[in-house]
């Protein structure tokens, strides 16, 4: 029986290229009719993605943009930063609909992309509304009717979930500190120095401290929901993980917000997203979600201090899944008219 809808992956070869392939492979309503790519051209998409062996013929095909995208319901970008931008206006002509995975249309000021990203961006114009932030936790509605997504960064995802229900009821105001933990595929499948096995496996360390991409981002999303005079300290550390994020969030509460109703709140808040979700034992650890497009958030409150209540939030994703393809995917799902789980009913193995 032939499937609804018609996909374009382009930029294949990367790690969240081969998440996108394998979902798509898998999706019951949506056939991936073409893999675009400047690297491997002609080969099969196994040469590079190994658990794809046996699951397709198709090849890595160099087309631009607008020939990858021709026909096409939706065309999911796996580009670098920077070179999505340059490519959109022709994507976006061929009338397709788009999930750009690229940090480059998630911000709505380009001066502070221009800081972050270190390039004037190439077409300002569509950064003011054209793109919805494809975060479903906050943007489900949007999403449903939108033509094209920027879908949210890794650690961006991973904090605002821990953050979001503070935001959304107020009470996320001043300074919050971060410290998030990632894994090695989040650095892409060139290997380098930061990547290198002998050096990662055994080894904690600290890259873009109070400097990272994402900080702008996360910012702006959390004040769009609702919290004020918000500013961010976040520290990243690579880990020894191929996969997976763990993000401490630090913030402060009035001290008339009790313990209990600040577990309450995230309970509440989360009770009906499918793909988030408080454990009811425990706090998150990455092994729970490593492998699913779930992610896990907690929270542990502290004492009262100068009228204000510590709360430390904690919150996990895979880095490639729900912090990048996963969230793509179910941002297309909801885009196209379907059930927003729909690949994700793996709930992951353990440990």
């Known amino acids: 029986m032939a499937k609804r809808f018609k996909a374009a992956v382009i930029g294949g070869s990367g790690y969240g290229g081969g998440e996108l ?55 999911l970008l796996g580009l670098p930063h920077k070179v999505s931008a340059t490519k959109m206006p022709a994507l976006m002509a061929t009338g397709a609909r788009v999930v750009d995975l690229s940090g480059d249309f998630r911000l709505r000021d380009a001066a502070v992309y221009k800081r972050y990203y270190g390039a004037e961006h190439p077409c300002p114009e569509k950064l003011d509304g054209t793109f919805v932030y494809g975060l479903p936790e906050l943007h489900r ?108 969030c630090f913030a402060h509460v009035d001290a008339g917000t009790s313990a209990e109703a600040l577990h309450a709140l995230y309970t509440e808040f989360y009770a009906k997203e499918p793909l988030v979700r408080v454990p009811k034992k425990g706090l998150p650890e990455v092994v729970a979600v490593s492998g699913t497009n779930h992610a896990e958030v907690g929270l542990q409150c502290g004492d009262v201090t100068g009228g204000l209540r510590a709360v430390a939030c904690f919150s996990v994703t895979d880095n490639l899944i729900k912090g990048g393809a996963g969230q793509a995917i179910q941002s297309m799902n909801l885009m196209l008219g379907l059930d927003e789980k729909t690949t994700f009913e793996d709930p992951g193995g353990y440990p």
Request: glycine share 8%; net charge negative; hydrophobic share 40%.
């Open 21 to 75: 392939i394998r979902r798509l492979l898998v999706h019951p309503d949506v056939e991936l009719v073409r893999v675009a790519s400047v690297d491997f051209i002609g080969e099969p998409l196994s040469t590079v993605h190994p658990n794809l062996e046996g699951q397709t013929d198709q090849v890595f095909q160099g087309l631009s943009p607008e020939e990858a995208a021709q026909g096409m319901d939706v065309v």
């Open 141 to 248: 509605e949007a999403i449903r009717t939108a033509k094209y997504v920027a879908s949210p960064g890794c650690f961006a995802t991973t904090i605002e979930l821990a953050l979001l229900p503070l935001a959304k009821k107020g009470l996320l105001r001043g300074p919050v500190e971060v410290v998030g933990i990632t894994g090695s595929s989040g650095s892409g499948i060139a290997p380098s120095a930061g990547t290198h096995h002998p050096v990662r496996a055994v080894n904690l360390r600290t890259y873009k401290p109070l400097d990272h991409q994402h900080i702008p981002e996360i910012v702006q999303t959390l004040t769009e929901a609702g919290a004020q005079d918000l500013s961010l300290r976040f520290v990243p550390v690579s880990a020894p993980l191929s996969r997976g994020i763990f993000a401490t």
